[in-house]
């Protein structure tokens, strides 16, 4: 079957320090793949998308996210987090070629951040 | 510019009443989406709507219907709530281009059934 896996629930890390929030995904093909944030008490926001060519993807926020063929892995990495980081992160999929753009969601990785 | 709109933001309801959840998007998306939010379990898609006139089943639609009204408008129905479908549901919604896939969420609405 088709999924989307979040190894992490929750990850606490300093302000400051780096951040790396893992996904792997099980398709036949390799999907269109994302990763959203949460804040709490708000809807999803787009931090970046990988459709195909250059591996490494800049986002938003300081974000970046490498797709790794060999390993079916789509990792989110911030260099130093700051504080306003801390929310909930989704990594999602589309399969090439479904109607309708649907996304298959992650369960998410909650990130809190010390000061 | 309002994006994707939901209403109502909070709504309580006892085990059997019914009632709706309204979704506006003001993008000109053809594609509109349901989605429920549980902890652990990310985002699961109930209904979708790939484009005006259509709608599918998604991977959790039992207990829930949904209305295209028009481009704009995609409302989700729960007909007799249960306690099971205490969540915060999200509506979402998307270009129809193969190639896009971005989808854009409203703020969700959090719904508790006692």
């Known amino acids: 079957a088709q999924s989307v896996t979040q190894p992490d629930i929750h990850i606490t890390v300093s302000e400051g320090a780096s951040l790396e929030l893992r996904c792997n995904y099980s398709y036949g093909a390799t999907p269109y793949l994302f990763w959203y944030v949460q804040s709490p008490g708000q809807g999803l926001q787009l931090l970046l998308k990988y459709f195909s060519g250059d591996t490494l993807v800049q986002g938003i926020k300081g974000f970046e996210a490498e797709f790794k063929r060999s390993q079916s892995s789509f990792n989110l990495r911030k260099p130093s987090v700051h504080w306003s980081d801390a929310a909930e992160y989704f990594c999602?999929?589309?399969?090439?070629?479904?109607?309708?753009?649907?996304?298959?969601f992650g369960g998410g990785t909650r990130v809190l951040v010390k000061p | 510019n309002a994006g994707v709109t939901q209403t109502p933001k909070f709504q309580v309801l006892k085990t059997g009443q019914s009632m709706t959840l309204q979704c506006a998007q003001d993008?000109?998306?053809?594609?509109m989406y349901w989605y429920r939010q549980d902890p652990g379990m990310g985002l699961r898609l109930i209904y979708y709507s790939a484009s005006e006139g259509t709608t599918d089943k998604g991977e959790v639609p039992n207990g829930y219907n949904v209305s295209r009204l028009n481009k704009r408008e995609f409302s989700l129905r729960l007909e007799s709530a249960a306690p099971s479908q205490t969540s915060v549901y999200f509506c979402?919604?998307?270009?129809?281009?193969?190639?896009?896939?971005?989808?854009?969420f409203g703020e969700g609405s959090r719904l508790t059934v006692l």
């Open positions: 999602a999929v589309r399969v090439r070629g479904a109607a309708g753009n649907k996304l298959t």
């Open positions: 993008m000109n998306h053809n594609s």
């Open positions: 979402a919604s998307s270009e129809a281009r193969a190639f896009a896939g971005e989808l854009f």
